[in-house]
């Protein structure tokens, strides 16, 4: 926090310190202010002080069982891209960490996260990506690599990143080559999809709410507002920067469907029927491609659910079950019946 000085402009740093600091409040008759402060670690409690951060004090302590779990750490690494980009990530590693040894890893990302390393990050049913708290806990890695995109290559701007940040942290000699995963959703999960025809490094693989064909998707609309899915496509977060008759081969070099038969990796799919900002057909795409190909895939749908479970019951489902999914293909646990024998819809919860 800095003061500023409104007869000259100038600023004055009053606090800074390597957690993120939110909420800030004035009191109404008094000169104090409240702020909550978190780390990784730390869970976000509320401090007091006065309007110069001097004395700053926590006056709750909201969440004191956490001391009684393993919980990890989280530091910033660097990498640089296969187009020579200086990147930033966040490497998430299990309480006790050890150099020596190896641990499976996943890999979670979205467009860029690593502003978001003073997070603190509750062991609750996330909607739709690994909870990086309770992975941890239970003795993986997890790198989140930042991206940045070309215009016209979204899939390959992501291969471009992510991949020299995965094999920078296996040179390090405490990843698990042989078991890392990858999981993403939406945006996140397209990349993932597109991942997954270039390269079989990842053993297995989560991708939610995915465009898998560009090209039926950008004539389709978002159910939620009613616009035109065409506007994301030319110049919105896919980034093609053209229209269909303009770019086709754009269209079609990005969009994994067209290149599913080189999918090697096991890939669960989760895609509601109630999703309002990617059609489910688009899930259905994929699914029934890998199945006719007879490659190992599986589809979860919460019926009337939107872009993500949004009911605790479906959300507490859906982590069970990607986590069921990585622990047998990463960590050797017995596969679950609903992977083996599938469940028919008549019987679904």
């Not at 995965?166 to 959703?185: C, P, R, Y």
Request: charged letters at 20%; glycine letters at 8%; one cysteine or more.
């Amino acid at each position: 926090f800095f003061k500023l000085s409104l007869k000259d402009g100038k600023l004055t740093k009053l606090i800074m310190d390597d957690v993120r600091y939110g909420g800030l409040i004035k009191a109404r008759n008094a000169d104090r202010l409240m702020v909550t402060r978190e780390s990784f670690r730390e869970f976000p409690d509320a401090w007091v002080s006065d309007m110069n951060f001097a004395g700053l004090k926590r006056v709750s302590n909201a969440n004191p069982q956490a001391k009684n779990y393993f919980w990890g750490s989280v530091e910033l690494v660097n990498w640089t891209s296969l187009d020579n980009i200086p990147l930033t990530g966040m490497l998430y590693k299990p309480e006790g960490f050890d150099p020596r040894k190896k641990y499976p890893m996943i890999v979670y990302f979205y467009e860029r996260e690593s502003d978001n390393l003073h997070a603190y990050i509750s062991p609750t049913p996330l909607r739709s990506m690994v909870n990086r708290s309770t992975y941890v806990s239970n003795g993986y890695l997890i790198f989140v690599p930042d991206i940045v995109y070309k215009i016209g290559f979204p899939g390959e701007s992501a291969h471009n990143c992510i991949m020299p940040g995965v094999t920078s942290l296996i040179a390090k000699g405490f990843v698990d080559e042989k078991n890392i995963g990858i999981q993403g959703h939406s945006w996140g999960g397209y990349q993932t999809a597109y991942l997954l025809t270039r390269t079989n490094m990842f053993k297995a693989a989560e991708a939610g709410a995915i465009v898998a064909n560009m090209i039926s998707a950008y004539g389709g609309i978002r159910w939620g507002t009613g616009l035109s899915r065409m506007f994301q496509y030319e110049h919105s977060q896919s980034r093609i920067g053209g229209t269909l008759w303009q770019k086709p081969m754009h269209f079609i070099e990005n969009s994994p469907i067209f290149f599913a038969d080189k999918i090697q990796t096991p890939v669960l799919l989760l895609h509601n029927d109630g999703d309002d900002a990617v059609p489910w057909y688009q899930g259905i795409e994929m699914y029934l491609a890998l199945r006719r190909m007879n490659k190992p895939v599986w589809m979860l749908n919460y019926n009337g659910e939107p872009h993500w479970p949004v009911k605790r019951e479906n959300r507490m489902d859906f982590q069970i079950r990607m986590k069921q999914f990585f622990d047998h293909y990463l960590k050797g646990l017995p596969a679950p019946s609903w992977m083996t024998e599938g469940v028919p819809a008549t019987e679904k919860g």
